[in-house]
């Protein structure tokens, strides 16, 4: 794990443009699985609801086991983020001389 953030640094935050590039696409992918969590889990809710056990025995289950590993991987892209922004504002702020 030490590794592969190292390979981060040197990388990525070395270079400020591709941090920027990096940033943005992590953010569009965190928001594009935030959106994928909201509509799947209205779907299996109201899947639940109305059908109940027989959901589960149908696919509601593997739908919600889904869910939480979209979950995992847009949380993972919003730190992708995060560390961005806080290597760009660092950037910003103290330039290298």
């Known amino acids: 794990m030490k590794a592969v953030v190292a390979l981060f640094r040197r990388l990525v935050l ?4 591709l941090t920027f590039v990096v940033m943005c696409t992590s953010f569009g992918l965190f928001g594009a699985g935030t959106l994928n969590i909201f509509s799947m889990f209205s779907s299996n ?27 995992v991987l847009a949380m993972f892209f919003y730190t992708i983020f995060k560390v961005c922004e806080h290597s760009l504002v660092d950037h910003i702020l103290h330039p290298p001389e």
């Open 45 to 71: 809710w109201d899947m639940l609801t109305h059908q109940g056990l027989m959901a589960l025995a149908s696919s509601s289950l593997w739908q919600l086991l889904e869910l939480l590993a979209t979950l």
């Open 14 to 17: 070395a270079r400020a443009w």
